[in-house]
């Protein structure tokens, strides 16, 4: 398995996805590009400068997280200075700018691509909250006034996706806890605490019936998005940045290391940064990828599940194709 | 009657209110009883109020009467100094003053009371203090303060008086206790499958765990949260386990491990058995006195009896008693003296400690009572190696050594053997030397043999049961391994077996029954050699491994990352004796593991030899045992996974059904186009072509 090197940001990337028919992969990194390749052989279809005013792009240092509707559609990324910008995916015209006061930790398209949901830091004496604007009022992107806003300032939000159908959020906190926001009442419609510290990731299913999380307390678990019931957990030893399910397999891939600010400089074997491959059943390991040289931040499969790619601390993304012998493999049952 | 309720309540304090109530609701009785103690109730001290309302229903009042205030409150923080001179009025306030400077120290003195008669103090005072804790103090560090010639004050608690008032005259002798049947303690030894035991620290010391080894995976015998304070030791026989904790040490055992002996040595650290299981010696850094000597305790570990105390004189290294094998003497070194003690009296041997002059090292043979010590060069007299026989005291054996810049003695398990390891200084530099010797003796025969190695020698082990022996020699980071066989016919000469380079090693220790292995600074390479016939069975590497653990049997050895030197990766892993990994077994702040010794065998030379002879026979029943089990592992492994694919089949079935049903409302959201499958809308796909690039390189070819 030879992986593709992407060499586009000079920063640590923070999150990885690929759209829907999974020809395109979007990176984002901790330095201001927005990044989109072909997948298939990894060319560069080009950047999102995010921001065109020379006033404030100085300010613009840190891409904290990205979504890519799934079907097309527009695209829209977070920023830590506090902007949310929503793209068509394929000319980058910038559709909408919506405006925040501190940085944007997670965003998302509902599933019919009309309502945007993104968190905001605590950060500032600004508080943590959770945004819902509908594109297809231009009163609140004009106003910039989202039609729900919920506060979450006790424990902040790590990390959100859309559940099935758009009905709510999924948001980790960083305490290790799970709410489902209504998208509509805004209220929680239920609660769970699988984690004992920070959600660093979450990722659905392509069908969206369940969800991965990845934790800092060493584990992946799974869920099924609308119960909250926990299904599987996947122990490693080390804080778990990102995790992704196979969509064609009972697999799923898991990312991370030793952090960053722990990395000492005598051995990268210490920190663990291969990539690691669980079959979903059992909970068992059954096959690590080598080749980031600090850890990894963010893991997705191709929606074909043919192939995976990584993003690491190190700025570098990495598409690898699995060999023929990776469909063949079958634990002993 | 209920028109009583209203003058009652401006008497009662803000807490009864709110439970009046509660008092009037049942009616009858209640109000009548009241009645009774009106007169009380008048009181503008709301003391007076308790015996009323204790009267009324104690079971009502339950939460209330617990905060009644008691008599004897405060009474711990009175205290009596005893020896306080007489004075008349008129020097009362120059006494009050004095006294007042001297007490005041210790914590606020709230009141003070000097009992007169006749115009003059009584000579003892009463003082209260603002909290128990420092009437503590006080009684503590005042006690036995010296006023004047004539005036040693002698200070004690208030509480105390009334303690030692209510003990009897007379001589109780003591009940017997009866004996405490703990169960067979030797009940590990009687697994079926011989399996042997060891603890695991782990959670930071949160955790201990006994665990039963097994080639598969452990089998947990016992784990308690918070067993031990520090870390735990094994008896050298195995029968107990020593935790400790701030206040003492416990002993557990048995079957289920209970709790078979406390010694309560405050801040104990450090302790050490004797080898035959009777005594413990336990160490401890802060309750030494010059009366009482507490740094150093020797219990009788089956009567728990404190058997005698020491100070600890000089800071040398733990063990600072040496036992003799049958833990008949011990022994401890001080400055030019050896000083051997007998059991059980705890006394010195013959009254009299032995005077060595420049004492620097002693070693009891494992295996006889004899000891041996050396004593450095001083001027033109040599260094020389001794052995001494206890408890006649007759010196056996003599050697002198040159130019010694330090000496190691290493016995032989069985004490058949010392070897001397001797680093020499090169003659006239006092550096430190390049070249070691080793000085072997026979303890039974007469015989030495001196035996020179040219590079410096970095670690020496014997093999636990026989005459080899192996060291690591030279410079890093070349450092060699040598194994070395004592041939034992009338001249002993060590032949050399084998050799190995090992780069890249710098701290090492070795283990002979049939490996060795060396931690290097920074990734733990583990060298597995066969010393019969000299093959290197295997080279391993647990990456940072800190320590390495035989098992009682020699066939299993256990290398572990510990959280106490590393914060990563904590795990211990097992191998067999050919270098062959069993188990991972990763903890969580995995600290220590240490195997559970065993007794030695019961069996005769003759039976063992018996054995040996039989072991084809005893070998086919083992290997037959070991693939049932294995066919027996392997199938519970497939059930657990068909089970757990049987259970995440059926959600999966479940959640896709629900998901099946949900289409036409995904089709609504997506403006009717189904977007389920990856190729759904083929339609709308444009055709793209790609370009790969593909590195071209052109090697000319030389001439073929």
């Known amino acids: 398995m030879k992986p593709i090197l992407l060499q586009g940001h000079e920063r640590s990337i923070t999150q990885i996805k690929y759209n829907r028919e999974g020809d395109l992969l979007f990176s984002v990194a901790k330095d201001t590009v927005a990044n989109v390749w072909y997948s298939v052989n990894g060319e560069r279809l080009g950047t999102y400068n995010g921001h065109t005013g020379a006033v404030w792009c100085w300010l613009l240092y840190l891409v904290v997280s990205c979504w890519w509707t799934y079907w097309g559609g527009p695209v829209g990324y977070g920023t830590s200075d506090g902007f949310v910008n929503v793209h068509v995916a394929f000319t980058g015209k910038q559709l909408a700018l919506l405006h925040t006061n501190s940085a944007v930790r997670t965003c998302g398209f509902d599933f019919s691509g009309n309502i945007i949901m993104f968190s905001t830091d605590k950060q500032m004496g600004y508080q943590c909250y959770l945004n819902f604007f509908d594109l297809r009022d231009p009163q609140q992107i004009s106003d910039n006034q989202p039609y729900l806003s919920i506060p979450c300032s006790e424990q902040k939000i790590t990390s959100a996706v859309w559940g099935p159908l758009g009905e709510f959020v999924i948001a980790g906190h960083e305490n290790g806890e799970f709410n489902q926001f209504s998208a509509k009442s805004g209220e929680v419609l239920k609660k769970a605490k699988e984690h004992t510290k920070q959600i660093n990731d979450i990722q659905t299913s392509l069908d969206l019936t369940m969800f991965i999380s990845a934790s800092k307390d060493n584990t992946a678990k799974l869920f099924d998005c609308t119960s909250l019931d926990h299904i599987k957990t996947f122990k490693t030893e080390r804080p778990v940045n990102s995790a992704a399910i196979s969509p064609i397999m009972d697999h799923v891939v898991m990312g991370g290391g030793q952090e960053a600010m722990e990395v000492t400089t005598t051995s990268t074997r210490i920190g663990k940064f291969e990539a690691r491959f669980f079959h979903a059943a059992y909970e068992e390991e059954f096959g690590r990828v080598k080749g980031h040289f600090g850890p990894i931040n963010c893991v997705a499969f191709h929606p074909d599940g043919k192939s995976y790619s990584s993003g690491g601390e190190d700025g570098y993304v990495r598409i690898h194709y699995f060999d023929p012998q990776y469909f063949d493999f079958e634990l002993e049952a | ?704």
């Open chain 2, 1 to 704: 009657m209920i028109s009583n309720k209203a003058p009652i309540q401006p008497a009662l304090s803000k807490v009864a209110t709110s439970h009046i109530s509660r008092l009037l609701t049942p009616t009858d009785v209640i109000i009548v009883s009241f009645n009774a103690h009106w007169s009380l109730t008048q009181s503008p001290d709301s003391h007076s109020l308790w015996p009323c309302l204790s009267v009324l229903r104690p079971e009502l009042l339950d939460d209330i009467l617990r905060e009644k205030p008691q008599e004897a409150d405060g009474i711990d923080s009175v205290v009596v100094v005893d020896n306080v001179p007489q004075v008349g009025p008129e020097r009362l306030e120059k006494l009050k003053n004095v006294i007042h400077k001297i007490f005041s120290k210790f914590g606020k003195i709230t009141t003070e009371f000097y009992p007169e008669a006749d115009g003059m103090t009584k000579g003892y005072i009463f003082l209260e203090y603002a909290s128990p804790n420092q009437a503590l103090e006080a009684v503590k560090n005042a006690d036995g303060y010296k006023l004047d010639k004539q005036h040693t004050f002698r200070v004690n608690l208030f509480t105390d008086f009334d303690k030692y008032m209510n003990i009897s005259d007379e001589w109780e002798t003591p009940e017997k206790q009866p004996f405490k049947d703990f169960g067979n303690m030797r009940h590990w030894i009687e697994d079926p499958d011989c399996r042997d035991q060891y603890s695991v620290i782990y959670e930071a010391g949160e955790r201990t765990a006994i665990f039963s080894n097994d080639a598969k995976e452990p089998i947990t015998v016992e784990e308690r949260a918070r067993w031990t304070e520090t870390y735990v030791r094994w008896s050298p026989k195995g029968t107990y386990l020593a935790t400790f904790h701030q206040r003492g040490i416990a002993l557990w055992g048995g079957e289920k491990f209970k709790q078979i002996q406390r010694f309560s040595h405050q801040g104990v650290s450090l302790i050490d058995f004797s080898p035959c299981e009777r005594y413990v010696v336990t160490f401890s850094p802060l309750m030494d006195t010059k009366e009482d000597p507490q740094a150093i305790i020797i219990w009788d570990i089956l009567t728990g009896q404190k058997k005698r105390g020491f100070h600890c004189e000089s800071s040398a290294h733990w063990p600072i008693f040496k036992w003799s094998h049958d833990g008949k003497f011990f022994a401890r070194m001080t400055p030019d003296t050896l000083s051997i003690y007998e059991t059980p009296s705890m006394g010195l041997l013959d009254k009299k400690s032995l005077k060595i002059t420049g004492i620097k090292d002693f070693s009891w043979s494992p295996g006889d009572n004899i000891i041996a010590f050396w004593v450095p060069e001083d001027k033109d007299i040599p260094a020389r190696v001794t052995l001494m026989q206890m408890p006649s005291r007759q010196e056996i054996r003599v050697r002198n050594l040159f130019n010694v810049v330090d000496c190691k003695l290493h016995w032989q398990k069985n004490g058949d053997y010392l070897c001397v390891k001797v680093d020499r200084t090169p003659k006239g530099t006092q550096v430190y030397g390049e070249g070691g010797v080793l000085n072997l003796f026979i303890s039974r025969v007469n015989l030495t043999c001196c035996f020179l190695l040219t590079e410096s020698i970095i670690a020496f082990a014997w093999e636990p049961n026989g005459s080899k022996f192996a060291v690591l020699h030279g410079e890093s980071p070349r450092i060699n391994a040598s194994f070395y066989h004592v041939k034992n016919n009338g001249k002993i000469e060590p032949t050399l077996i084998c050799m190995y380079v090992h780069q890249h090693c710098c701290m090492s220790c070795v283990q002979c029954l049939y490996v060795f292995f060396s931690v290097c600074s920074m990734n733990g390479a583990l060298a597995f050699v066969d010393t019969s016939d000299c093959t290197m069975m295997n080279i391993a590497e647990h990456y940072m491994a800190s320590d390495v653990e035989w098992d009682p049997t020699g066939r299993y050895v256990v290398t572990s990352v510990s959280w106490w030197s590393h914060k990563v990766d904590n795990a211990y892993w097992l191998w067999t004796f050919q270098g062959r990994l069993l188990q991972k077994n990763n903890k969580d702040r995995f600290c220590q593991l240490l195997w559970r010794p065993r007794p030695p065998t019961l069996l005769s030379v003759e039976q063992i030899k018996m054995i040996k002879k039989d072991l084809k026979k005893y070998s086919k029943i083992f290997e037959q045992k070991d693939r049932l089990s294995q066919s027996k592992a392997s199938k519970e492994l497939v059930d657990k996974r068909r089970a757990m694919m049987e259970e995440y089949r059926r959600y999966r079935e479940a959640a896709l059904q629900n998901y099946h049903e949900q289409k036409s409302i995904r089709l609504e959201l997506r403006g009717g186009v189904d977007t389920d499958e990856l190729d759904s809308n083929v339609d709308d796909w444009e055709e793209e072509t790609i370009e790969f690039f593909i590195n071209e390189e052109i090697i000319p070819l030389g001439d073929l």
